[in-house]
């Protein structure tokens, strides 16, 4: 069993950063692709960014691109998204998700990809 805790939300001032940790617990978690998504009230979750199990590769979605910045430490097992220049818009629950690979291509945008789920984190900007 896997076990993802996500910390570091809160409410900040447009323009302000934060950093967020997703701290994976659990059997081989060290070894999964990792991908943050984020979700309104009423809305649909969407893909913000991933990062392969190496550290190798890094996906952005398009509304954070050259503002978030997605990172990992293997040795603590924990993957950290930085956000810079927050908007009003980027106010959301934040989730952070883990992809066990299993030998198949890592559509890193879809939601069905991930196996395992935080609880989320609020992120509030306030104009």
């Known amino acids: 069993q896997v076990q993802l805790v996500e910390s570091g939300g809160g409410l900040v001032q447009a323009g302000a950063s934060l950093r967020l940790p997703c701290a994976a617990f659990?059997?081989?978690?060290?070894?999964?692709?990792m991908g943050w998504f984020r979700q309104t009230l009423g809305k649909d979750r969407e893909f913000v960014a991933a990062?392969?199990?190496?550290?190798?590769?890094?996906y952005y979605g398009d509304s954070v691109k050259g503002r978030f910045t997605i990172a990992r430490n293997n040795t603590k097992n924990t993957v950290y998204l930085q956000m810079n220049s927050l908007k009003s818009e980027d106010t959301a629950v934040y989730y952070c998700?883990?992809?066990?690979?299993?030998?198949?291509?890592?559509?890193?945008?879809?939601?069905?990809?991930?196996?395992?789920w935080g609880q989320g984190t609020q992120v509030t900007v306030s104009s």
């Open positions: 998700a883990a992809d066990r690979p299993d030998g198949t291509a890592y559509y890193w945008s879809r939601l069905q990809e991930y196996d395992y």
């Open positions: 659990g059997r081989g978690s060290g070894s999964f692709n």
């Open positions: 990062i392969t199990w190496s550290g190798g590769g890094t």
